[in-house]
């Protein structure tokens, strides 16, 4: 069973990440984590597919990378139990049309860029509790999609602001069992709506930094875990603003985190691939994670590390109507690989 | 120690790094620039065949079908990136406006996506365009009853 402490979920019998993938398109093949994807899409309309639309596009995506989780897990898409997944388009329509092929059992999940740590979350709380025994946890951008959805057309001519982000074209997906071998998740905080009233729709991370500042508070309050006990904090897409603004509000605090890195940052290369002040969508943490995180737990390289997604959750909607742009973050507590953990017995 | 909103917004304002404005303008300058002697250019080509006023419409008609082009093509909204203004406020980025929301909502129909979309952006400079039309017609009217 699992135990629970202040918002914070400690897993008794930690259930384990068995296998993951991550699917990336050009730009993200061109940064640092290129190398490590298991697939870059060449042309990320899937024009070739006779993909029409989009949010087609980003659907296909999803297909991919859970096709390579379940290679790699060596199971069929009939066996699985249960999917979470999500996207960032409105009434989560890339996993839906996504599970309409796939037919797996699935709740839809809408956490805007804190999808990754939400879904996985979520199914490691469904996997310890012994509700399912194959869970996936899945989620993705497109930057096309989102673009047209929450911006302008592709084509018109706009300049960026320096405190706008880049929507990754990315996916990522994770297969959760209640035990046996993978990187085992500790535990799991749900975070609580932040909102400092940013208005801005061209600064996120300043938008989510409150959101993640308190997660990852809480999370220390309920562990009486520090910053020294972790190889590294990850938040999800604060870039560079929202990064730069955590590290000023967590010294505030008392709480410094030497060893934070954020996804956005991690997920390009700021200098040199004209992404602004970084990466953001719900494929950019998703990709950082099975690209970065959940190798480097595998191989031993990282001990411990606290994974965090950050979310804006306004629409397109609230943002004309001059409304604040609410933030959220999810932690996961990810620990190093099981059969690592024996063999240092 | 709780940040509130104000605090909060002042810490934003010193976190977010500035436009390099100089060189914003050197570009939008310079682009703007560019695209105002072509119109040039091309008015005084028209000129040799045309009189005033017809070779004046056809610069103008020319400039869109660029634009148009360039759009389709995905240029204009590589160099919007970097021209800002420059190729924002000049007749060609009006045609960017008009024909970039026009590509993109295809998938969505012809009535429903092109239809309806194509003014996405456009439609509030015509809508008070209009309406400013309006206001100024109406002074120089009172003027010239005065």
Known sequence: MAIRKEDTIIFARPPVVAAWAAVGGKREGEGPLGDAFDHLVKDSSFAAEGCKSWEGAESLLQQKCTALCL?????????????????????CTASNYTMRQLGMPYAGVY??????AETLGLAACFAAAGYARQTLALTSSHFCAAERQFRTPLDYGGKRTPTAQWTATAAGACLIRPDGAGVPVLSVTFGRVRDLEIRDINNMGAAMMPAAASTILAYFSATSAGPEDFDAILTGDLGEVGSQLLHEEMNRQGCPLPNHRDCGCLLYDITRQHVKAGGSGAGCSAAVLCTLVLPRLRSGEWKRVLFLSTGALMSQTTYLQGESIPGIAHAVELGCSVEEKEGAK | MKLDPKQYNKMVRRAAPRSPVLKDCLWAFFVGGTICLLGEGLRNLY?????????????????IFLA??????????????????????PITGFANSVVSPAVEFKAEGWVTGVGARIFAIAGPVIAFGTLASWVWGFLYWAMNKG
């Open chain 1, 71 to 91: 290679r790699k897990a060596g199971i069929s898409r009939k066996e699985m139990d249960l999917a979470f997944a999500g996207d960032l388009q409105a009434q």
């Open chain 1, 111 to 116: 956490g805007a860029c804190s999808t990754m």
């Open chain 2, 47 to 63: 000129l040799i065949w045309y009189d005033q006023e017809l070779a004046g419409t056809l610069t103008s008609i020319s400039l």
């Open chain 2, 68 to 89: 148009a082009v360039c759009t389709m093509l995905g240029w204009y909204q590589k160099l919007g990136a970097k021209a800002g203004a420059g190729s924002l406020v």
